[in-house]
């Protein structure tokens, strides 16, 4: 069965340093993956997908995220985080196998950016 | 840009009411889903539906039903509501099983008193 781990459940940096976010997935075949993002009182929007093709994948806001097969995982990253990062970050995985092609979610870390 | 478009922002109802969270599409999506989310818990599917008049339970289907007479419009009802139920309520449609990103509404803070 697909799962979807994230790594720290809270992250805090400082304005202007590189943000990491850490998502493992598991998957028995050719995963796609999401990185959502969600504002306080929001729903939830895509920053980025990855399907199929390059591996690296930019996405909005400057974030971007790759696709690493061999560590099953799914890191998102923005090399200089801004005060209006601060939110909630949801990875995602689905797959055209089990669980009926629906979205995994993990359970979301959220960001804190110290001034 | 598709729109999904949740009915209420806020909604206060009261123990044993009957309520109806509307969630509406405008890009011909043929799944809809009905997710609720607490803090610490995550988000967790309550119905789902990949075409009109079908729905299937989620991983939390207690409590709730759901309503698809029309592809564009999925409806969440809370039978009985019950303070338990108050959370945050975020409904998201997709177009492609598997494949394609869910385009979420803005969601739904329901609070039941």
């Known amino acids: 069965a697909q799962s979807v781990t994230q790594l720290g459940s809270h992250v805090s940096v400082s304005e202007g340093a590189l943000v990491l976010l850490r998502c493992n997935y598991s998957s028995s075949v050719p995963p796609y993956l999401f990185w959502y993002v969600q504002y306080p009182n929001q729903g939830l929007q895509l920053l980025l997908k990855?399907?199929?093709?390059?591996?690296l994948v930019k996405g909005i806001n400057g974030f971007e995220a790759e696709f690493k097969k061999s560590e099953t995982s799914f890191h998102l990253t923005k090399p200089s985080a801004h005060m209006s990062d601060a939110a909630e970050y949801f990875c995602a995985v689905s797959d055209l196998g089990n669980q009926g092609g629906k979205l995994i979610f993990g359970q979301g870390t959220e960001l804190s950016v110290k001034p | 840009d598709v729109k999904v478009t949740q009915s209420s922002r806020y909604l206060v109802k009261r123990t044993g009411e009957k309520v109806f969270l509307e969630c509406v599409q405008d890009?011909?999506?043929?799944?809809m889903f009905w997710y609720r989310q607490d803090p610490g818990l995550g988000l967790r599917l309550i119905y789902f539906s990949y075409d009109v008049k079908m729905k299937e339970k989620g991983d939390i289907p207690e409590g709730y039903s759901v309503s698809r007479e029309k592809k564009e419009r999925f409806s969440l009802i809370l039978e009985s509501a019950s303070t338990n139920q108050t959370s945050m309520y975020l409904c998201?449609?997709?177009?492609?099983?598997?494949?394609?990103?869910?385009?979420f509404g803005s969601g739904t803070r329901l609070t039941v008193v």
């Open positions: 998201a449609s997709s177009y492609l099983r598997g494949v394609s990103a869910y385009t």
């Open positions: 990855y399907t199929t093709g390059a591996t």
């Open positions: 890009m011909d999506h043929e799944n």
